[in-house]
């Protein structure tokens, strides 16, 4: 702020906003759980790993689905 040599007070200066240009770098880690550790999250965790199916399986039924057979 800049001072106001008649009176002594501070000129009002408006806020400003700068729009600064940045580059992604992109995602180099997974997220953990949020949840809290108690031992039903983790047998109900437990068990859900055991009910999914894993990237390989999925990449599979994909193919599978996207393949036009004559």
Known sequence: MRQNMQN???A???PSIE???IENEGVIAASGSTESYTPSTMSTTRS???N???GSDLEDMI???LTVEN
């Open 8 to 10: 002594g007070r501070e």
């Open 12 to 14: 009002y200066i408006a």
């Open 19 to 21: 729009v600064i240009r």
């Open 48 to 50: 859900r790993s055991y």
């Open 52 to 54: 999914s199916a894993s």
């Open 63 to 65: 193919n599978d689905i």
